[in-house]
């Protein structure tokens, strides 16, 4: 995912194609991001549309490992419970 997301290369190295596909990743809106503030001399209302992405991204993994623990602790009750 780092390496089609833009952490091996800038992103603008990228075909038109790749640049769309490597969006799919966290990584590439990361990249983004940084570049904008770093390089483009953006602000904070210029990498918001990146932040949104990243904190969904977050909530969706947030979501994932709520859902793994309760199963787990479920399969763990059952597992002691069982006579």
């Known amino acids: 995912m780092g390496a089609l997301g833009g952490s091996m290369l800038p992103l603008e ?3 038109p194609t790749i640049y769309t596909v490597a969006h799919i ?4 809106w990361a990249a983004d ?3 904008e ?3 483009h001399l953006g602000g904070l209302v210029d990498v918001l549309p990146g932040i949104g992405v990243l904190v969904g991204y ?3 993994l947030v979501g994932y ?8 602790a479920w399969a763990l009750r059952r597992s002691i419970v069982r006579p």
């Open 33 to 35: 991001g940084s570049a």
């Open 58 to 60: 977050a909530a969706v």
């Open 37 to 39: 503030l770093v390089r």
């Open 13 to 15: 190295l990228f075909s």
């Open 65 to 72: 490992a709520a859902v793994l623990l309760a199963v787990a």
């Open 25 to 28: 990743t966290p990584h590439a």
